[in-house]
């Protein structure tokens, strides 16, 4: 018998043995709660797959991202938003802030995860192909973060999003700069928030951006007062329309 054959014959079963003592040995986890699973569950228990699926499901607001009722929208707005003016155009949001979905953005976003990129890209790039604006957009802006906050995470976690939900014929563009290291939202008032961002943003010289289409991305909107500002600034330099995409919204009573 020639080695090439035996090669062959021999190692697809080595390579299922290997694989099946690495499952004894090392057993996979949820990449959530930690406990065991099969290999073949994707990185989550039934458990947290189900809450996972909750949190997606529910209807949404495209103007503000606020879980609402269909029949809670009148001429494209919620209760919420209806009295409100915003610079962007739209928005587009995988689910809301809680459970599962809150777990895996947490472990992207502070625990180093970048690996989670992969799994919450494609559920962000399943819901920009159903929302209409996708196909749109000219140009694809990751919501930056200040020099010193990304040098001490390592990364921005909407750029790595970005790359990845862009289609193939557009680009990601970095022009949009965060000038201040503003303090984190989640405890801020609403009110707090707009102040907190207002003119923290800017856009770089020699800017693509004059009468382009920007789907702007970030991981999480608490009030929509971050992704405002960034689509003030952004129109301030020419842009036609600003969409956005978030993984969650978790907007707080106002």
């Known amino acids: 018998m020639e080695v090439r054959e035996l090669y062959r014959r021999i190692v697809p079963h080595a390579s299922a043995l290997i694989q099946s003592a690495s499952h004894l040995f090392w057993p996979a986890r949820c990449l959530v709660c930690q406990n065991s699973i099969h290999p073949d569950d994707e990185g989550l228990c039934a458990d947290c797959w189900q809450n996972l699926s909750a949190s ?12 609402v009722s269909p029949f809670g929208i009148v001429d494209g707005r919620c209760g919420g938003c209806r009295e409100k003016n915003y610079h962007f155009d739209g928005v587009a949001r ?3 802030y ?3 979905l809150r777990s895996l953005i947490l472990a992207f976003k502070f625990s180093e995860k970048t690996e989670l990129d992969a799994r919450l890209s494609e559920m962000l790039k399943q819901t920009l192909v159903g929302c209409g604006f996708y196909e749109q957009t000219d140009v694809i802006v990751p919501v930056p973060l200040h020099w010193r906050r990304k040098l001490r995470r390592g990364y921005n976690q909407s750029y790595l999003l970005a790359k ?5 014929d557009r680009v990601v563009s970095t022009d949009l700069v965060r000038i201040r290291n503003t303090q984190q939202q989640w405890d801020l008032t609403p009110a707090q928030r707009r102040r907190n961002v207002k003119g923290a943003f800017a856009i770089r010289k020699g800017h693509p951006f004059k009468g382009k289409s920007v789907l702007l991305i970030d991981d999480i909107s608490t009030s929509g007062a971050t992704l ?3 689509a003030k600034t952004l129109k301030l330099a020419g842009v036609e329309k600003v ?3 978030v993984l969650a919204t978790a907007f707080h009573d106002e």
């Open 98 to 100: 809680e459970s599962t």
């Open 56 to 67: 997606v499901a529910s209807d949404y607001c495209r103007r503000c991202g606020r879980d």
């Open 228 to 230: 405002n500002e960034c």
């Open 94 to 96: 995988v689910g809301v």
């Open 164 to 168: 990845r939900v862009k289609p193939a």
């Open 243 to 245: 969409y956005t995409a």
